[in-house]
């Protein structure tokens, strides 16, 4: 009897917390849209002062001070000097695995096992999760979706934030493997394996080394006696149809990296990178992308800068490495564009810091061709925002089109927030 108690509590709750904000995905785009008069900023670093944007079929058609009139069938929109951008991309993330940290049959990031290349992540990912539209109310549009588990833990997929299902979010599918090294000091914040010894990290590494020789040497055999379903998942891998996204944030760990992608001629992203920039000239010379995780925390270790973290962009923008910013986590990642304001404030422009959450984290995913500028010929996924979509204090999303679809910018917590500001008559 207390069980069912507690299962019947447990289901009410769940129930509860779902019973607000029901939003469907939008509609496909019907009609051209014009924005007007508003401040561009394309995400390359060019701003469009009093410019005009326009879409069509999910594609940007025009973009400048130029633009052709507007059919008679068209939306015009006259902004008044808002602020136009690229949708954020958020790499990293395990949004849509995750929905209450505390129930475990909602967290569905990680799997059995140690290696385990040929789970994908995007079949798992839950497009009714009530966190997504807390993200889009923010800007941001699109999603890597990231599996967790184990030291090869699998493939992410690239999902657009509006829609019904996994199949339709589907933006790039299975683009990255995921490879988190085990830490190789006594402690740490990072990884799934954290605190592991040296030794038995390096143990651990090497057979990791040994699973890649393996599955190379299977690839390369005409025939098999039998299907190997693992050695068969790294196909994609080896033949750069997929990039190796390796998790570590010490230069021994970075330098692990650096000799898998020499050694098996893989192309390679270091996601955390806390220490990359020690090494960051070496990172360029080996063509090595970075994901900077946690760009709001402490240093790694104890004799850095206490604003090693917010600098670290900066440096790594010098030395002409490409990289992006993420945020550990699902429900923090709304706070992305924020974190690139901060490292505006670090030594980046206000364009720069907006590239490294926008055609910089594209480049790296995969995705620049169809999204990461407002250029023509890409994907209309745009943010208009009142004011600085980097700044807290400025930025209020009032639109947001992916694909050109203008989309539900409501959210649960908006929805709390008009609740008691009714019910305590603080309008």
């Keep these: 009897?207390?069980?069912?108690?507690?299962?019947?509590g447990l289901a009410m709750w769940l129930h509860s917390a779902y019973a607000q904000e029901t939003i469907s995905p939008a509609g496909p785009q019907q009609k051209p849209v014009f924005l007007t008069n508003a401040v561009i900023h394309v995400g390359n670093g060019q701003v469009i002062e009093k410019g005009t944007i326009t879409f069509d079929k999910g594609k940007i058609t025009a973009v400048g001070t130029s633009v052709a009139a507007a059919p008679a069938d068209a939306t015009v929109v006259d902004l008044k000097g808002q602020h136009v951008?690229?949708?954020?991309?958020?790499?990293?993330?395990?949004?849509?695995?995750?929905?209450?940290?505390s129930v475990r049959a909602t967290i569905d990031v990680r799997e059995v096992g140690e290696i385990n290349p040929s789970v994908r992540s995007l079949i798992a990912y839950n497009t009714d999760s009530k966190v997504i539209n807390t993200l889009r109310s923010n800007g941001i549009l699109?999603?890597?979706?990231?599996?967790?588990g184990g030291i090869i833990s699998g493939t992410s997929s690239v999902v657009?934030?509006?829609?019904?299902n996994w199949e339709d979010a589907a933006y790039k599918v299975d683009n990255g493997l995921h490879f988190f090294i085990p830490r190789q000091n006594t402690g740490g914040r990072r990884g799934p394996n954290g605190g592991d010894a040296p030794k038995t990290a390096l143990d651990q590494v090497e057979g990791v080394r040994a699973f890649f020789r393996e599955a190379k040497a299977y690839l390369q055999e005409a025939k098999h006696t039998a299907t190997n379903l693992k050695f068969e998942a790294m196909r994609p891998l080896f033949k750069k149809e997929q990039k190796l996204f390796v998790h570590c944030d010490l230069v021994k760990e970075m330098l692990v990296a650096i000799d898998f992608a020499k050694e098996f001629d893989l192309d390679v992203?270091?996601?955390g990178g806390a220490d990359s920039w020690q090494i960051a000239d070496l990172l360029k010379q080996s063509n090595i992308s970075v994901i900077l995780t946690q760009p709001h925390s402490l240093p790694i270790m104890q004799d850095d800068d206490v604003d090693q973290p917010y600098k670290t962009a900066a440096q790594l923008q010098k030395a002409g490495v490409l990289f992006c910013l993420s945020n550990e986590g699902f429900w923090q990642q709304r706070n992305l564009g924020f974190?690139?304001?901060?490292?505006?404030?670090?030594?980046?422009?206000?364009?720069?810091?907006?590239s490294a959450v926008t055609i910089n984290a594209a480049k790296i995913l995969g995705i620049d061709k169809m999204t990461g500028t407002l250029e023509v010929g890409k994907d209309a996924n745009i943010a208009v925002?009142?004011?600085d979509m980097l700044d807290m204090k400025s930025s209020v999303i009032t639109q947001a089109f992916i694909q050109g679809r203008e989309i539900n910018l409501?959210?649960?917590q908006k929805q709390l927030s008009e609740k008691y500001i009714k019910k305590y008559g603080l309008q």
């Design 142 to 148: 699109l999603a890597q979706v990231t599996p967790k």
């Design 339 to 354: 974190e690139a304001g901060t490292a505006a404030a670090y030594g980046l422009t206000k364009e720069e810091a907006l």
């Design 85 to 101: 951008y690229p949708g954020i991309i958020v790499p990293d993330s395990d949004l849509g695995l995750i929905e209450f940290e």
């Design 1 to 8: 009897m207390k069980k069912k108690f507690i299962m019947f």
């Design 385 to 387: 925002s009142t004011g």
């Design 269 to 271: 992203t270091i996601v």
């Design 160 to 164: 657009q934030l509006d829609a019904w």
């Design 410 to 412: 409501d959210n649960k």
